[in-house]
C-alpha cells in the first residue's frame, strides 16, 4: 500500500521560511507528477505547485511564484516545497498529491497525504 506524509508544518512569523516534506512509502513501479495542494480554512483546496515525472517542468500557482520551490529526490521518492518570505495568506493545510503505479502493468493513481499544517502570523 502506498503511503504519501506530509511534514515540516509549523507555526512561524510573515517573512519566515519553511520546508515541507512528502515522504512515500510502498510498492512503487514508477511515479509520476508531484503535486501540492493547500486548503485555508473556509476555502477550497487549491493547487500551489507540480513538479512532472522527468523533474524538468514545474509549474507554481501565481500567489506563491517566487517564494515556493518545488523539488524531488527522484531515488526516494521524497517531495520537497521550499516556502520563502511567508504571508499570512499562505495559512493552510498542504497536502501533496502524487502519480504512483505499483506495478509494471497497473496506471498511475494519484495518492493523497494527510496534510501538514502551515499558520504565518503578521
Known amino acids: 500500500q502506498v503511503v504519501l506524509v506530509e511534514s515540516g508544518g509549523g507555526a512561524v512569523q510573515a517573512g519566515g521560511s519553511l520546508t515541507l516534506s512528502c515522504a512515500t512509502s510502498?510498492?512503487?513501479?514508477?511515479?509520476?507528477?508531484l503535486f501540492w495542494y493547500r486548503r485555508a480554512p473556509g476555502k477550497e483546496r487549491e493547487f500551489v505547485a507540480s513538479?512532472?515525472?522527468?523533474?524538468?517542468?514545474?509549474d507554481y500557482a501565481d500567489s506563491v511564484k517566487g517564494r515556493f520551490t518545488v523539488l524531488r529526490d527522484v531515488p526516494l521518492g521524497t517531495g520537497y516545497l521550499h516556502i520563502y518570505n511567508l504571508i499570512p495568506g499562505d495559512t493552510a493545510t498542504y497536502y501533496c498529491?502524487?502519480?504512483?503505479?505499483?506495478?509494471?502493468?497497473?496506471?498511475?493513481?494519484?495518492?493523497w497525504g494527510q496534510g501538514t499544517q502551515v499558520t504565518v502570523s503578521s
Open positions: 498529491n502524487q502519480e504512483i503505479a505499483t506495478t509494471a502493468y497497473d496506471p498511475c493513481r494519484q495518492y
Open positions: 510502498g510498492p512503487i513501479w514508477s511515479a509520476g507528477g
Open positions: 513538479i512532472d515525472y522527468k523533474n524538468q517542468i514545474t
